[in-house]
């Protein structure tokens, strides 16, 4: 039999045992010709959430590492001198992110750590997981990756928009290719029960309230894991999208109060949903991206946010 001439890519997933990292590493993991590296310090992330593919051992390996230490980091990119480099490490969760905003800015050590390091062992390109957060309040509906103002001041939006520009102005002056994943709500199983649709979901299958900061008007858009994972990969398998950026996320705007009654119906549940008083500061009162070009590299319409529900009741329950 001949042979496959191809040769194995080397790729690195830093915050590899989160929710969207862990998905991203399996996907990569099922093509015979990626050597999958996962880096995660675990702080967020978790190891039952890494895929165990007991037919491709050797083939991929996790390391417990801070990518904001730059010598935890330095080690192993000098050792494996990657082809690729998915940064989704991060301090993620709105309540997380606001009660702790020293630690995010940490995370622009992380951002430069991978860059420095990227430019330096040949990496042929990163792709950043940036955030929805950036926009801020719309002043645009969609929100178009060209046209709309970035002009949150979180600190976590803030980290995010700072990143998109440490790739730009690396690929100027060094010319390391990037791509920036812009990704609006993600949701499915085994993500982390401080996220609505797992929190509603947990709450409603226990028959408990269903708690709503304000009155419940406030829009987002849902993406299920698939639809995100199989369009970055395919952005990344098929060179796409090469410094350039694109929203990743649904376009079906739904309020939180509909998002609350949706589960009560799918699960059956007694709970009541208990309304309290608004966040200060970082709950935006609309978000919807122009996933346009999204829909173009898929090529099918996205699943629904029932038929996502029903997926994650189907297969089971959330955070490992």
């Known amino acids: 039999m001949e042979k496959s001439t191809k040769k194995i890519k080397k790729i690195l997933v830093t915050g590899g045992a989160g929710f969207i990292g862990s998905a991203l590493a399996e996907r990569l993991m099922r093509d015979q010709e990626n050597y999958v590296v996962i880096v995660d310090n675990l702080s967020t992330g978790h190891l039952g959430k890494i895929p165990s593919l007991d037919s491709r051992p050797g083939m991929w390996k996790f390391i417990k590492c801070d990518v904001n230490e730059y010598r935890d980091i330095a080690e192993i990119m000098l050792s494996y001198k990657f082809d690729y480099v998915f940064h989704y490490a991060a301090v993620v969760g709105v309540q997380r992110t606001q009660e702790n905003p020293v630690l995010v800015l940490r995370d622009i050590d992380g951002i430069k750590n991978i860059l420095n390091l990227s430019k330096n062992t040949g990496v042929k390109r990163v792709f950043f997981a940036s955030s929805s957060e950036i926009y801020g309040e719309p002043v645009e509906i969609p929100q178009n990756v060209y046209t709309t103002p970035l002009n949150s001041r979180l600190p976590y939006a803030v980290v995010k928009n700072v990143g998109e520009a440490f790739l730009r102005s690396y690929n100027k002056e060094y010319g390391l290719p990037y791509t920036i994943f812009r990704f609006f709500n993600t949701y499915g199983p085994k993500q982390s029960k401080d996220f609505v649709i797992s929190k509603f979901l947990l709450k409603a ?116």
């Open 205 to 320: 299958l226990n028959n408990e309230d269903l708690t709503i900061y304000g009155d419940g008007t406030q829009t987002r858009t849902f993406c299920y894991i698939d639809d995100n994972i199989e369009s970055c990969y395919k952005i990344f398998n098929e060179q796409l999208f090469v410094n350039d950026v694109i929203n990743i996320g649904g376009n079906v705007e739904i309020s939180i109060l509909e998002l609350a009654k949706i589960i009560i119906d799918k699960t059956g549940s007694k709970s009541k949903i208990v309304h309290l008083p608004p966040l200060p500061d970082g709950d935006m009162k609309r978000r919807k991206p122009d996933n346009q070009p999204m829909l173009e590299v898929l090529g099918r319409p996205l699943l629904t946010i029932e038929e996502g529900i029903e997926k994650i009741l189907k297969i089971g329950l959330f955070e490992k």
